[in-house]
């Protein structure tokens, strides 16, 4: 499907030399300010309190808590549902001054007193016929509002683990797409396409050290989406390129004018691709809420650099490590002659 079509190939490739200076420009500043400010990592990585709150009617907006977290001076912590619509999940970072214990009760309190309530100690039975208690929240009426579920300590080293595991799957993510690329085509197209993807993913860290937006398992995740992502067009550019070079009818092209074709053929296909995920994900952006936000703000820069990276990036790379006709067209074997 084209929404049109460009008869003329367009010469990317004779400014090659100029985005190849931008890229490496645009990579040592953001690698600069990633050494430089470093990522304002969630509680997932730094540890924190994990609190489980329930109420009694789900309440209408998460909005009211997250302006009673940013009035204690906790504007970092997380809250989303989870579960259902009447429990709400909250993350809070570690502060130094401050217990577990002593950080739930304020927050609870706070909570509480926003809902016009006031916080009292509930005695009850457990299943083994133990004697349980928790914190819950009442209003004027003697009605329950609000009661904490479970409150737990996220440690310093369930963070550096989950920061090791991230890793990790980026390293395994960045080796299985190398050893994709150099199968499906030739290692010069595995090298030119990681170092085209590995682009996006410094240019999207780099924006969150710089803007000390929160780098969050979703966040992470994100990251991982956008390879994938970008890899998927490299191959469509690639794979054009290859037919390009095992056409017979296209033999005269030189090398910077097969890229050029392959290039200019696969923008119809881009623009509706990347146009059409661009449009959900700003969905998600402006939609979805704080809990969504981050995650679609990676995504958003991640396809805008994609777009960029896969084809202004990968396709120079690839010319300047020499990839030739050669290396696509299999030389014919000449069969010896019976002996008679």
Not at 109 to 115: D, M, P, T, V, Y
Not at 172 to 180: E, F, K
Not at 241 to 246: C, K, S
Request: net charge neutral; hydrophobic share 50%.
């Amino acid at each position: 499907m084209e929404l049109f079509r460009i008869k003329k190939d367009i010469a990317f490739m004779r400014h090659a030399k100029v985005f190849n200076a931008i890229s490496f420009a645009t990579f040592l500043i953001a690698v600069a300010i990633l050494f430089s400010k470093g990522l304002h990592l969630s509680v997932e990585f730094t540890g924190g309190t994990l609190m489980e709150l329930q109420y009694t009617q789900a309440p209408s907006s998460l909005e009211p808590i997250r302006d009673t977290l940013t009035s204690q001076g906790l504007a970092d912590s997380q809250v989303q549902t989870f579960g259902s619509t009447r429990d709400i999940l909250i993350r809070v970072p570690n502060r130094t001054n401050q217990s577990s214990a002593a950080v739930s009760t304020t927050v609870f309190g706070a909570i509480c007193e926003s809902s016009r309530g006031a916080v009292r100690s509930v005695s009850y039975q457990g299943p083994q016929g133990e004697q349980l208690s928790h914190e819950a929240c009442f209003d004027a009426g003697d009605k329950e509002i609000v009661n904490v579920k479970r409150v737990e300590f996220v440690g310093p080293q369930v963070g550096e683990e989950l920061a090791t595991d991230g890793a990790m799957a980026l390293l395994v993510v960045i080796l299985g797409i190398v050893a994709y690329l150099a199968v499906r085509f030739e290692w010069r197209f595995a090298v030119s396409t990681i170092v085209a993807n590995l682009h996006d993913v410094v240019i999207i860290l780099g924006f969150f050290s710089l803007f000390q937006w929160e780098f969050s398992l979703p966040v992470l995740a994100a990251v991982l989406a956008v390879l994938g992502y970008s890899v998927n067009e490299s191959v469509v550019v690639f794979d054009r390129v290859r037919e390009t070079l095992r056409n017979s009818r296209l033999r005269g092209m030189t090398i910077p004018q097969v890229l050029d074709h392959a290039i200019t053929r696969t923008i119809s296909r881009t623009i509706i691709t990347h146009g059409s995920t661009q449009a959900m994900v700003l969905c998600m952006l402006f939609f979805g809420g704080p809990s969504l936000h981050y995650f679609a703000i990676a995504l958003t820069i991640g396809i805008c650099f994609g777009i960029y990276s896969s084809v202004l990036v990968a396709g120079p790379m690839a010319m300047w490590l020499g990839i030739s006709r050669e290396h696509f067209i299999k030389a014919a074997v000449k069969k010896d002659e019976a002996v008679v």
